[in-house]
C-alpha cells in the first residue's frame, strides 16, 4: 500500500526556517510528484505547489515564491518542504499528498500531516 | 488562477436527510485529454488528513459510500449526500486539479440539525 509518513511536530520562532519531510513508501517514488498543502487554524485547505521527484522539478504557487522550496532525495524516497523567514500566520499543519493514479487525477493518498507552530 | 466559491459556507441537517453543497470555478475545468470534468471533493475532519470521495466530478472514489455522489460539468458542481449520518460530520471542500494551482474551495461545514 502507499504510505506517506511525515516528520514530526514543529516549534519555531519567527523568522526562522522549518523542513518538513515526507517518507514514501509502497510505491516507486520518482513515478509520482509530491504536493504539498497547508491549513492553518480555522483556515481552509491551502495548495502550496509540486515536486517532480524524477526531474526535480518544482512548482510553487505565488503566494509562496521566494519563501519555499521543495526537494527529495531519491535514495530514501523522501520528499521535503522548507519554509523560510516564518511569520505567525504560518503556524499551520502542513501535508504531503500524492495522485492516486495517472496524471491528470487528483490526489488521493496524503501524509498524516505536521504541525508547525509559530511562536516567538 | 482559477477561484472555487462553494455555497453554503455550513449547513446543518437532520440525520438521514439530504445534504447538498455547490461549488463554482471561475472557468471551465473541462480535461481536454478525456473531455472530463477536473473536479474533485473532500471530507476533512479534525485531526485527519483530507479524504478525497469523487473525482472527474462525478466518480466515486473506491471505499466511498453511495450515499455521497457528485455532479455537474464546466463551471457548476454540487457534492450530494443522500442521507446523511452522523459520521458525515466534516468540512468538505472542492478542488480543481485542470491547472496549477490547484485551487480548493473555501470549505463547507456540515453539522447534524
Known amino acids: 500500500q502507499v504510505h506517506l509518513v511525515q516528520s514530526g511536530a514543529e516549534v519555531k520562532k519567527p523568522g526562522a526556517s522549518v523542513k518538513v519531510s515526507c517518507k514514501a513508501s509502497?510505491?516507486?517514488?520518482?513515478?509520482?510528484?509530491i504536493y504539498w498543502v497547508r491549513q492553518a487554524p480555522g483556515q481552509g485547505l491551502e495548495w502550496m505547489g509540486w515536486?517532480?521527484?524524477?526531474?526535480?522539478?518544482?512548482y510553487y504557487a505565488q503566494g509562496y515564491q521566494g519563501r519555499v522550496t521543495m526537494t527529495r532525495d531519491t535514495s530514501i524516497s523522501t520528499a521535503y518542504m522548507e519554509l523560510s523567514r516564518l511569520r505567525s500566520d504560518d503556524t499551520a499543519v502542513y501535508y504531503c499528498?500524492?495522485?492516486?493514479?495517472?496524471?491528470?487525477?487528483?490526489?488521493?493518498?496524503w501524509g498524516q500531516g505536521t504541525l508547525v507552530t509559530v511562536s516567538s | 488562477d482559477i477561484v472555487m466559491t462553494q455555497s453554503p459556507d455550513s449547513l446543518a441537517v437532520s440525520l438521514g436527510e439530504r445534504a447538498t453543497i455547490n461549488c463554482k470555478s471561475s472557468?471551465?475545468?473541462?480535461?481536454?485529454?478525456?473531455?472530463?470534468?477536473?473536479l474533485a471533493w473532500y471530507q476533512h475532519k479534525p485531526g485527519q488528513p483530507p479524504k478525497l470521495l469523487i473525482y472527474?466530478?462525478?466518480t466515486r472514489e473506491s471505499g466511498v459510500p453511495d450515499r455521497f455522489s457528485g455532479s455537474g460539468s464546466e463551471t457548476d458542481f454540487t457534492l450530494t449526500i443522500s442521507s446523511l449520518q452522523a459520521e458525515d460530520v466534516a468540512v468538505y471542500y472542492c478542488?480543481?486539479?485542470?491547472?496549477?494551482?490547484?485551487?480548493f474551495g473555501q470549505g463547507t461545514k456540515v453539522e447534524i440539525k
Open positions: 499528498a500524492r495522485r492516486i493514479t495517472e496524471p491528470g487525477t487528483p490526489v488521493g493518498y
Open positions: 509502497g510505491y516507486t517514488f520518482t513515478d509520482y510528484y
Open positions: 515536486i517532480n521527484p524524477n526531474s526535480d522539478v518544482t
Open positions: 472557468q471551465s475545468v473541462l480535461y481536454s485529454s478525456n473531455n472530463k470534468n477536473s
Open positions: 472527474w466530478a462525478s
Open positions: 478542488q480543481q486539479y485542470d491547472s496549477t494551482p490547484h485551487t
